[in-house]
């Protein structure tokens, strides 16, 4: 999930995937449709939140997801880092990033982003990560383990 606020107050979208490609300078690269509510804003921002979800933070994945919800109404899910960029602290990781370049894709927009600040939250040990694949939610764990025969 992405948050930015761009001057014009916090947009939140869930994406499909966030991949590193550098550790080296550290980037990382998200893809953006450009038909999404949050796709101006986040293009227009010079930082983005990338935020890590478990199993648990589901409903922030699905607000997150859902055309013409209001993802800040509950001021109880998120707040500010210090620096000023919207994030909801039940995430279990989050990374703070500077966009550093744009590009067009057919309809979406890939955004490169140079990692400035992380945090991996206490919680996270015995949390199953979420995943979403096949146009639904999954969370990975022991049973989803793969093991040469």
Request: proline letters at 6%; hydrophobic letters at 40%; a negative charge.
């Amino acid at each position: 999930m992405i948050t930015a606020d761009a001057g014009d107050g916090p947009v939140g979208i869930t994406v499909t995937s966030v991949f590193s490609v550098s550790a080296e300078p550290p980037l990382l690269v998200f893809s953006l449709s450009d038909q999404a509510s949050s796709a101006p804003t986040i293009r227009r921002a010079d930082t983005v939140v990338v935020h890590l979800l478990g199993a648990e933070q589901l409903p922030i994945a699905i607000l997150c997801a859902t055309s013409g919800a209001d993802r800040f109404a509950d001021t109880s899910l998120w707040g500010r880092l210090a620096t000023g960029e919207p994030h909801f602290p039940s995430a279990h990781a989050w990374i703070r990033g500077r966009i550093i370049n744009r590009m067009t894709a057919g309809s979406s927009t890939i955004i490169a982003v140079h990692a400035l600040e992380s945090n991996v939250s206490s919680i996270t040990s015995g949390s199953d990560p979420l995943v979403y694949h096949n146009r639904t939610w999954h969370s990975l764990g022991e049973h989803s383990t793969l093991r040469p025969a």
